[in-house]
């Protein structure tokens, strides 16, 4: 399974999480429970194409 990483925006603790892509994203802090941002590897083995209109990312599903 993939590994995501995550950083807190309150307390800046920076952690992974394994996670399949269909499970929900993390949104709290594991260590303060505050909201997280995932950090999107800049890497271009990384499957991710933006397209100018056609913008799709498998990893942001809408609900
Ligand atoms: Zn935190």
Redesign the pocket.
């Known amino acids: 399974m993939p590994i995501y990483t995550y950083e807190?925006q309150?307390?800046k603790?920076v952690f992974e999480v394994e996670q399949s892509m269909s499970d929900a994203p993390i949104k709290k802090?594991i260590?303060?429970g505050?909201a997280v941002k995932k950090i999107i590897p800049q890497d271009s083995s990384v499957g991710i194409i933006f397209k100018g209109s056609g913008f799709y990312s498998t990893d942001n599903p809408k609900k």
């Open positions: 807190c309150s307390c603790h802090c260590k303060c505050k």
